[in-house]
């Protein structure tokens, strides 16, 4: 990482960070403008953890707290990424700060980019079955934001293969049945449609739930 980077990440605590470069694959898949895609090389990525306490405190579905908790956190990755395109830009390279939490095709419910995708490209964690980064740390509840941009990095970060191994506690936690035995297999619909159900009947003004990113901590 470069040193203004590291020293920006390190002022503002942010303990899980990588990048990873873009392939035209994944250069395909970014809902920018293209006059912009083609100067771009590599991905930023950052994650700051949700508290276990406030995940811990979740029952049967999303409540008030995680729900103010979720907004901080999307907020915080903003305000961040925002001061690292700065500095990016400083430095003399294009830098795009990503929104933490923004879907812009509704239809196909996709952002401008995936920042599990890039998570997991830069190494920061692997794909669970519940469909979320684990982190060896900070397990499920990182919350992930990124920022592109035409900086070229010299190495290239390990990508973790699936660590789930016989753990099959968010299996039993989901509402919707949701979870299967590999990634791939995650019912997207199922998880959406569950979601909606709960949000409406706790009046949560967000699509949230939490129970799978609970199931994956490891309390003590
Ligand atoms: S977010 Fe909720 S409904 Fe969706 S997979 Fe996780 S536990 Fe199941
Ligand atoms: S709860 Fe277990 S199976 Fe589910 S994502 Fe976490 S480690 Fe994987």
């Given at each position: 990482?470069?040193?203004?980077i590291?020293?920006?990440?390190?002022?503002?605590?942010?303990?899980?960070?990588?990048?990873?470069?873009?392939?035209?694959?994944?250069?395909?898949?970014?809902?920018?403008s293209?006059?912009?895609?083609n100067?771009?090389?590599s991905?930023?990525?950052?994650?700051?953890?949700?508290?276990?306490?406030?995940i811990?405190?979740?029952?049967?579905?999303?409540?008030?707290?995680?729900?103010?908790?979720?907004?901080?956190?999307?907020?915080?990755?903003?305000?961040?990424?925002?001061?690292?395109?700065?500095?990016?830009?400083?430095?003399?390279?294009?830098?795009?700060?990503?929104?933490?939490?923004?879907?812009?095709?509704w239809?196909?419910?996709?952002?401008?980019?995936?920042?599990?995708?890039?998570?997991?490209l830069?190494?920061?964690?692997w794909?669970g079955?519940?469909?979320?980064?684990?982190?060896?740390?900070?397990?499920?509840?990182?919350?992930?934001?990124?920022?592109?941009?035409?900086?070229?990095?010299?190495?290239?970060?390990?990508?973790?293969?699936?660590?789930?191994?016989?753990?099959?506690?968010c299996?039993?936690?989901?509402?919707?049945?949701a979870i299967?035995?590999?990634?791939?297999?995650?019912?997207?619909?199922?998880?959406?449609?569950?979601?909606?159900?709960?949000?409406?009947?706790?009046?949560?003004s967000?699509?949230?739930?939490?129970?799978?990113?609970?199931?994956?901590e490891?309390?003590?």
């Open positions: 990482m470069l040193k203004p590291d020293d920006f990440f390190q002022k503002h605590n942010i303990k899980v960070y990588g990048h990873c470069s873009l392939s035209n694959s994944d250069k395909e898949k970014i809902l920018l293209r006059d912009i895609v100067l771009l090389n991905a930023i990525v950052f994650g700051i953890p949700l508290s276990g306490s406030v811990m405190n979740l029952e049967d579905g999303p409540d008030l707290l995680y729900l103010h908790h979720y907004r901080q956190a999307n907020y915080l990755l903003d305000r961040i990424s925002f001061g690292l395109a700065t500095i990016a830009e400083d430095c003399g390279y294009m830098a795009v700060p990503i929104p933490a939490s923004q879907i812009v095709d239809k196909n419910q996709r952002a401008y980019v995936s920042h599990k995708h890039f998570a997991l830069s190494g920061l964690g794909f079955r519940n469909n979320l980064i684990v982190n060896s740390v900070y397990r499920s509840r990182l919350r992930f934001a990124t920022v592109l941009t035409s900086i070229r990095f010299e190495t290239e970060p390990k990508i973790l293969g699936f660590h789930c191994g016989s753990c099959r506690k299996i039993e936690m989901c509402p919707a049945g299967t035995e590999t990634p791939e297999g995650f019912n997207h619909i199922a998880c959406f449609e569950k979601i909606k159900e709960l949000t409406r009947q706790k009046n949560i967000q699509y949230i739930c939490g129970m799978c990113i609970k199931a994956c490891k309390w003590e």
